[in-house]
C-alpha cells in the first residue's frame, strides 16, 4: 500500500529556493508516477507539476523554469526544487502518486501525502 509523506517545507524570502522531498513507502516507487500539487486555504488544490515513472516531467506555465522534478527510485522520494519563489507560491504543498498511468497529471485521482507548508514572505 503507498504511502507517501512530504517534507522540506518552511519559511523563505522572495527569490530564495526550497527544496521539498516526497518520500514513499509499503511499495516499490519504479512503477508510480508522482504529482506535486499545492492549496492555498479556501481554494482548490491547482497542480504544479508531475513526473512519469519513467522520468518524463511536466509542469505547469507558472512555475516552469523556477521549478524542477526529479526522483531517486534508489532512495523512493521525489524532490521538488522551487527556485526564485514568489509570494504566489506560498500555500501547503502535496504529493500524490498513482501506479501505472501514462499521463503523470492523474497522479491527482491517486494517493497523497498530508502536505507540507511553505510561506514565502519578507
Known amino acids: 500500500q503507498l504511502q507517501l509523506v512530504e517534507s522540506g517545507g518552511g519559511s523563505v524570502q522572495p527569490g530564495g529556493s526550497l527544496t521539498l522531498s516526497c518520500t514513499a513507502t509499503?511499495?516499490?516507487?519504479?512503477?508510480?508516477?508522482i504529482g506535486w500539487f499545492r492549496q492555498v486555504p479556501g481554494l482548490d488544490s491547482e497542480a504544479v507539476g508531475c513526473i512519469s515513472k519513467g522520468g518524463i516531467r511536466q509542469y505547469v506555465d507558472s512555475v516552469k523554469d523556477r521549478f524542477t522534478i526529479s526522483r531517486d527510485n534508489a532512495k523512493a522520494t521525489v524532490y521538488l526544487q522551487m527556485n526564485s519563489l514568489k509570494s504566489s507560491d506560498t500555500a501547503v504543498y502535496y504529493c500524490?502518486?498513482?501506479?501505472?498511468?501514462?499521463?503523470?497529471?492523474?497522479?491527482?485521482?491517486?494517493?497523497w501525502g498530508q502536505g507540507t507548508q511553505v510561506t514565502v514572505s519578507a
Open positions: 509499503g511499495v516499490t516507487l519504479d512503477n508510480y508516477a
Open positions: 500524490a502518486g498513482r501506479r501505472d498511468v501514462g499521463n503523470c497529471w492523474t497522479t491527482q485521482n491517486g494517493v
